[in-house]
C-alpha cells in the first residue's frame, strides 16, 4: 500500500507521517491520496474529515490502519478476478470458521455450566 498525503492541515499531515510512515511515497508513485478536503485528481481518495467521508476526525491509529486497509482491499480487489476456486476456497473457510465458533461456544457454555454448578 503505497500513499500520498494532501492535507491542508498541519497537524493532521505531521499525525499521517508520524502513523505511515512506511507507507508514503511521491504522488506518481501512489496507490491513493489521503487528504483533508475533496479534490480532483486522477488518483483514488481517502477522505479524512468531520463528516461524510472515509474517515472521521479525531481518530486513533488502529482505526486510521483499519479503514485505510478497507479502502486498499476495495481498490485491489476491483483488480483480481474472481475464480471457481477462490469461491470454493472461500466457501470450505466459511464452514470451517462456523464450525469452529460453534465448537467454541458450545465448550464456553459448558464451562459456564460446570462453574454455576459448583456454586
Request: with cysteine.
Amino acid at each position: 500500500m503505497k500513499i500520498a498525503l494532501a492535507c491542508n492541515s498541519l497537524l493532521l499531515t505531521k499525525s499521517l507521517e508520524i502513523f505511515l510512515k512506511k507507507n508514503l511515497t511521491s504522488y506518481k508513485k501512489c496507490d491513493f491520496v489521503i487528504s483533508d478536503q475533496k479534490m480532483e485528481i486522477e488518483k483514488p481518495l481517502f477522505l479524512i474529515s468531520d463528516d461524510m467521508s472515509n474517515l472521521q476526525v479525531p481518530f486513533s491509529e488502529s482505526s486510521l490502519m483499519i479503514e485505510l486497509d478497507k479502502f486498499y482491499v476495495s481498490l485491489t480487489s476491483d483488480k483480481v478476478p474472481q475464480n471457481e476456486n477462490s469461491k470454493i476456497i472461500g466457501d470450505e473457510v466459511k464452514e470451517k470458521i462456523d464450525f469452529l465458533t460453534k465448537k467454541f461456544r458450545d465448550d464456553l457454555i459448558e464451562v459456564m455450566q460446570e462453574y454455576y454448578e459448583k456454586k
